[in-house]
């Protein structure tokens, strides 16, 4: 799985994405279904020593090799979290931002999923999200059906969400 990881990440550097997503220093980010890392290294640059990045995935393995990676690279601001897509362990308003890449089409329950993501979402947070393995009418259309979100822009590669929040 590292190989067919290894091989996308040189057609599609990471580095070109997140920079999109706007990322500051000293914010928490969230990258759900991480992986083994292809994006940590970039986000915790991004995030900065006062920032914290928490990586997350429903199998033990990738956040091994996330731990390792970190741990290589000497990224101190890295959390990785074994989760599942029903219940995030991480508390409330937690993200200024969440990116879940090539993962969506995994998630059993949508509408909870994205719930939990809005549980998760700072009011003032954003949600980066792509099709994953679907079509983007799908995807969208199951973001729009959990009722927490609103999309703010859609590029190519990516939907970006704000929660619908009240106050925010």
């Not at 706007?22 to 995030?47: F, Q």
Request: charged content about 25%; proline content about 4%.
């Amino acid at each position: 799985m590292n190989l067919l990881f290894d091989i996308r990440d040189r057609f599609v550097p990471v580095s070109s994405l997140l920079d999109e997503f706007g990322i500051e220093p000293g914010w928490t980010v969230v990258d759900y279904g991480c992986g083994p890392g292809s994006y940590i290294k970039r986000a915790s640059e991004l995030v900065g020593p006062r920032g914290q990045l928490f990586a997350l995935d429903v199998h033990e393995l990738a956040i091994k090799a996330v731990m390792q990676r970190a741990a290589r690279d000497l990224l101190t601001n890295v959390t990785a979290v074994v989760t599942d897509t029903s219940k995030c362990p991480l508390a409330d308003e937690t993200a200024d931002v969440i990116y879940a890449l090539d993962m969506f089409h995994m998630v059993s329950d949508p509408t909870g999923f994205m719930k939990d993501l809005d549980r998760i979402s700072k009011g003032t947070g954003f949600l980066f999200i792509d099709n994953g393995h679907q079509s983007r009418d799908e995807a969208r259309s199951k973001i729009i059906a959990s009722g927490v979100w609103e999309m703010v822009e859609e590029k190519k590669r990516y939907m970006k969400w704000r929660p619908l929040k009240k106050g925010a």
